[in-house]
């Protein structure tokens, strides 16, 4: 599908689930952590 997206002019779309689960617990609690260390 990639292949033919890139090689097919034009606007493609590719939908793909992402998990934000990682990110929220980094930025909302290690961040706020380790910015109160400093």
Same mark, same amino acid.
């Given at each position: 599908? $990639?292949?033919h997206? %890139?090689?097919t002019p034009g606007v493609h779309?590719? /939908?793909c689930?992402? /998990?934000y689960s990682e990110n929220d617990r %980094? $930025?909302?609690s290690e961040l706020r952590e380790r910015a109160l260390a400093v």
């Amino acid at each position: 599908m $990639l292949e033919h997206c %890139i090689k097919t002019p034009g606007v493609h779309v590719i /939908d793909c689930p992402v /998990d934000y689960s990682e990110n929220d617990r %980094i $930025l909302n609690s290690e961040l706020r952590e380790r910015a109160l260390a400093v």
